[in-house]
T-cell receptor
Framework: AAGVIQSPRHLIKEKRETATLKCYPI?????VYWYQQGPGQDPQFLISFYEKMQSDKGSIPDRFSAQQFSDYHSELNMSSLELGDSALYFC????????????FGQGTRLTVV | KQEVTQIPAALSVPEGENLVLNCSFT??????LQWFRQDPGKGLTSLLLIQSSQREQTSGRLNASLDKSSGRSTLYIAASQPGDSATYLC???????????????FGAGTRLFVKA
């Protein structure tokens, strides 16, 4: 069965650069969530989208923005990168109906040097 | 504000032992609860999902229970194996928002090491 696909799997950027992470949800899933997991930390919710509209917002820095496109894939844009942005970024998707669960991708490991 | 706590933070057991991981949450108004496994530097693997109306779920050697009223869940692992060594994360999803979105709130995890 198809899972949530994230790309790239690994990314190395320098401070003040920009990074774009992509997430391709499970087919037919209409909701996408982004999480950030710092070293030794539990995943923290950043932002979610339902039907291409932002549905909830967590602890996402103003330097970050995200959107969901017409094919339901989502991109997380991160500008003016800081060393503290180094983390594992997870995307999850779900189908908005009762009893759905969120399926997580394998994550993108971002290292800012 | 929903908070998820996992005890113990770390656990080391000999192979073959049965063990219990604990998870507690402060707000009983949840949509579902999931247990995940995470290997070092890797992604999240969903192990079990318990809907708010359910009391337990089983998959192979794993059994997860949910007591919503007391805000507790346990993950029982039978006959542990070295391959079970990983971090186990408990996560709850609050009731969906009117906008249709809901987010998963994670505990800090229990790091399990099963000795051969």
């Amino acid at each position: 069965a198809a899972g949530v696909i994230q790309s790239p799997r690994h990314l190395i950027k320098e401070k003040r650069e920009t990074a774009t992470l992509k997430c391709y949800p499970i087919p037919r899933h209409d909701t996408v969530y982004w999480y950030q997991q710092g070293p030794g930390q539990d995943p923290q919710f950043l932002i979610s989208f339902y039907e291409k509209m932002q549905s909830d917002k967590g602890s996402i820095p103003d330097r970050f923005s995200a959107q969901q496109f017409s094919d339901y894939h989502s991109e997380l844009n991160m500008s003016s990168l800081e060393l503290g942005d180094s983390a594992l970024y997870f995307c999850a998707s779900s189908l908005r109906e009762l009893n759905t669960e969120a399926f997580f991708g394998q994550g993108t490991r971002l290292t800012v040097v | 504000k929903q908070e998820v706590t996992q005890i113990p933070a770390a656990l080391s057991v000999p192979e073959g032992e049965n063990l219990v991981l604990n998870c507690s949450f402060t707000d009983s108004a949840i949509y579902n609860l999931q247990w995940f496994r995470q290997d070092p530097g890797k992604g999240l693997t969903s192990l079990l999902l318990i809907q708010s109306s359910q009391r337990e779920q089983t998959s192979g050697r794993l059994n997860a229970s949910l007591d919503k009223s007391s805000g507790r869940s346990t993950l029982y692992i039978a006959a542990s194996q070295p391959g079970d060594s990983a971090t186990y994360l408990c996560a709850v999803s609050p009731l969906p928002l009117n906008t249709g979105g809901f987010k998963t709130i994670f505990g800090a995890g229990t790091r399990l090491f099963v000795k051969a």
